[in-house]
């Protein structure tokens, strides 16, 4: 059986930060966190209450590591790949049929089966599609690199194999 849609890209780390900032939902906690500390910090300067610099102090540092996280996830993914794939270029390909998707990693030998039936959404990025799993993870796409299909037709491929969601 041919697939429907075939997606080839050599994983990088512009690609991975993009991914981890999109998919993840680490940035807007960031920026919640960055807000309730900037609160806390004017409550105590008009209050005097001790326990608010604390407290603000505490919000500003976890702000301040949600916002470099995305980062950091890049550089030790890109890490991990590079030992995985033993010096080879980590090329992921992924295949979409009538019935299901597969594919992998081919320099490290990781390779699945993803059921329709188990992905969630997709989000679209500027350069990717991230398809989010019911078990919280995301399949990575880069926009332009379809050797078969089309990208303007995948989202619709796609949104009819999750039911419309």
Known sequence: MEPLFENRFIIDKD???????????????GIIFS????AG???YFILKIDELLFVSC???????????TPSHMTRNTMRLLEEQCRGMQPEQVLRFYEDRA???????????????ANMKK??????????VTKAKNGIMLRRDSF???????????????LGGK
């Open 102 to 116: 597969e594919g992998g990693i081919a320099a490290s030998g990781a390779a699945g089966v993803y059921d329709y």
């Open 122 to 131: 997709l989000i679209t990025t500027k350069h990717l599609f991230i398809i």
């Open 147 to 161: 050797a078969k299909g089309a990208e303007a037709d995948f989202p619709a491929f796609i949104n009819e194999k």
């Open 58 to 68: 505490i919000l500003l540092g976890a702000a301040l590591s949600l916002f470099f």
């Open 35 to 38: 807000v309730l500390a900037a």
């Open 15 to 29: 690609s991975l930060n993009e991914f981890n900032c999109n998919y993840s939902k680490i940035i807007p906690c």
């Open 41 to 43: 910090l004017a409550l």
